[in-house]
């Protein structure tokens, strides 16, 4: 079955970091481009990060730039999420998904994402 | 403000056939494919159509998509109690130097 399960998410205080792991299961992970997008309470979905497969090429939404780190291992299977500074805007569901992308002569084709875990809750408050 | 516009809400009875909209600029649908989500409440989003007008696997023929222009519209026929849930689009937007992932604002259906 094809899987991936979040963990990591908990309170935190202004300033403080967390590191958010995603381990996937029944596919080959190291295809892959992977996502990171997040749900605040009562509110829709934000893009918030991608990785190619091979971890050499990153992109980050505005709002986290420089504050979040997006890794992966594919011995392990898994993408990370570091995040550092962190806010109480930064409060959601933190949700990893798997992208489904092409690269044509180096443009990039998004086609959406597929599979997705079910979160993990990242509560930034003091 | 999301860059991409849906309705906050829209409503049918069942069996009926409801259509979402979304609509963009030529940065991001005009020249970029579309996805659509649903989002049960309580559940992670789980994807309904790609590449503008593409099924996965096990997502039924009521779920349809299409892309016309710098908008894109999900099609939800005979509709169920079930599909009551927040439905998303999703797309790449051009216009900034390395682009941007950007989602609609959502649309909660309503069963009626």
């Known amino acids: 079955e094809v899987q991936l399960v979040e963990s990591g998410g908990g309170l935190v205080q202004p300033g403080g970091s967390l590191r958010l792991s995603c381990a996937a299961s029944g596919f080959t992970f190291y295809t892959y481009w992977m996502s990171w997008v997040r749900q605040a309470p009562g509110k829709g979905l934000e893009w918030v990060a991608n990785?190619?497969?091979?971890?050499?090429?990153?992109w980050y939404v505005d709002s986290v730039k420089g504050r979040f780190t997006i890794s992966r291992d594919n011995a392990k299977n898994s993408v990370y999420l570091q995040m550092n500074s962190l806010r109480v805007e930064d409060t959601a569901v933190y949700y990893c998904a798997r992208l489904m992308i092409s690269v044509v002569r180096g443009v990039k084709y998004y086609y959406g994402m597929d599979v997705w875990g079910q979160g993990t809750t990242v509560t930034v408050s003091s | 403000q999301s860059v991409l516009t849906q309705p906050p809400s829209v409503s049918a009875a069942p069996g009926q056939k409801v259509t979402i909209s979304c609509s963009g600029s030529s940065s991001n649908i005009g020249n970029n494919y579309v996805s659509w989500y649903q989002q049960l409440p309580g559940a992670a989003p789980k994807l309904l159509i790609y590449?503008?007008?593409k099924r996965p696997s096990g997502i039924p023929d009521r779920f349809s998509g299409s892309k016309s222009g710098t908008s894109a519209t999900l099609d939800i026929t005979g509709l169920q109690t079930g599909d009551e849930a927040d439905y998303y689009c999703?797309?790449?937007?051009?216009?900034?130097?390395?682009?941007?992932?950007?989602f609609g604002g959502g649309t909660k259906l309503t069963v009626l």
């Open positions: 590449d503008n007008n």
């Open positions: 990785i190619r497969q091979d971890g050499s090429e990153k």
């Open positions: 999703g797309t790449w937007d051009s216009s900034l130097s390395g682009g941007q992932g950007v």
